[in-house]
């Protein structure tokens, strides 16, 4: 079992910058990729960032260019660092552990642990 809680979420204006971080307790979850969700209400979650066990990363084109995924392998943490955000970009955050092998990063059902989730508030 792996336990893994965000932190970081907040309210800024457009243009502005957050980091959220997730970090993870409980099973070894080494090897697996990580990720970054978002969801609005009404909308499917959509992945937007993931890293895998080689420190490959993979982006949304939603959000290429503008956050970036990494990983503190010591503090068993996981960042994304948004920067130049847009209204658009408001949502509940979350992070989450890939469950399948050879699953896709962004499919959300390839991940099968979940953190509770942190709001970004983006205002124009």
């Known amino acids: 079992q792996v336990q893994l809680v965000e932190s970081g979420g907040g309210s800024v204006q457009a243009g502005g910058s957050l980091r959220l971080s997730c970090a993870a307790s409980?099973?070894?979850?080494?090897?697996?990729?990580m990720g970054w969700f978002r969801q609005v209400p009404g909308k499917e979650r959509e992945g937007i960032a993931a890293i895998d066990s080689h420190g490959t990363t993979s982006y949304a084109d939603s959000v290429k260019g503008r956050f970036t995924i990494s990983q503190d392998n010591a503090k068993n943490t996981l960042y994304l660092q948004m920067n130049s955000l847009k209204p658009e970009d408001t949502a509940m955050y979350y992070c989450?552990?890939?469950?399948?092998?050879?699953?896709?990063?962004?499919?959300?059902?390839?991940?099968?642990?979940w953190g509770q989730g942190t709001q970004v508030t983006v205002s124009s």
């Open positions: 989450a552990v890939m469950v399948s092998y050879g699953g896709s990063w962004y499919v959300p059902t390839d991940f099968g642990y």
């Open positions: 409980g099973s070894s979850y080494s090897g697996s990729s």
